[in-house]
């Protein structure tokens, strides 16, 4: 399907959906269409759609469209996004400090293929490891990939192994689905993961998992180069960081609570 022909379509679904958040006890298809300078036929199709995935939703007896559920849902999971990083962010400042490497959150993305970075927190070295806010990462990006999978059923990450296979990223990466999935367990029991250089040459990294009842999984990690992070250092800070993600955890729990 012709993708200019979509984009216009959807600006509009957001255009109708800002209508109908705005008008108190709900509106009508007509006047959406009034209000838009939009041909009825064509609100009718949109709303159509819409009401079908929950986005909008008809009173019966008046039939005037309100907000749907599904919009409800998808605001609480973006709103807890940045819950979640306003609860992380002083946390993992303070964890930089002590560690002088840089601090990532990242979340496990709607599709359940890659890691979204939510926040960084920047070693203070001239030589250092970074992600901008916003870019993604492949799942199998070895400690906070480990986390994150710790936290899923293992059907789903045999389902995603089978489907995508064990990337050979460095000689290092774990390639043996038999071998991955021990690996997993072991995150899963110890409560953080490590990496001696399977997803870069030359970089390693340590992370703990986030995981709070109906959000996206989240990991907590650290990530630096071989030379800063040595073996003392790296299991030093594997019970900072699983230190810091429990607490991450417990305020993030508090505060939906309150």
Sequence with gaps: MNKKYLAPSVKKAFDILKVISISRGGIRLNEIAKSLDIAKSSVHGIISI????????????????GLGLTLFELGRKAYSQVN?????????????ESVQETVF??????????????????????MKITSPIGTTL???????????????????????????????????????????????????KNGYAMDYE????????????INLEDQPIAALYIVGFKKSLDDNKMDAIKYEIKNAAELIYRLSIERMHI
């Design 50 to 65: 819409l009401e079908e995935i929950g986005a909008v939703k008809k009173d019966s007896a008046t039939g005037k469209y």
């Design 84 to 96: 979640l990083r306003e609860i992380a962010r002083p946390i993992m400042e303070k964890l930089m």
């Design 105 to 126: 959150l990242g979340t496990l993305s709607s599709d359940n293929e890659r890691i979204l970075v939510l926040d960084t927190v920047e070693s203070s070295h001239d």
């Design 138 to 188: 492949n799942l199998f990006a070895a400690a906070p990939g480990k986390a994150i999978m710790a936290c899923m059923n293992e059907d789903t990450v045999m389902e995603i192994i089978k489907r995508k296979g064990l990337p050979k990223l460095t000689d290092k990466s774990i390639t043996d689905p038999v071998i991955f999935m021990e690996e997993i367990r072991r995150v899963g």
């Design 198 to 209: 399977e997803y870069m040459p030359g970089v390693r990294a340590v992370a703990a998992p």
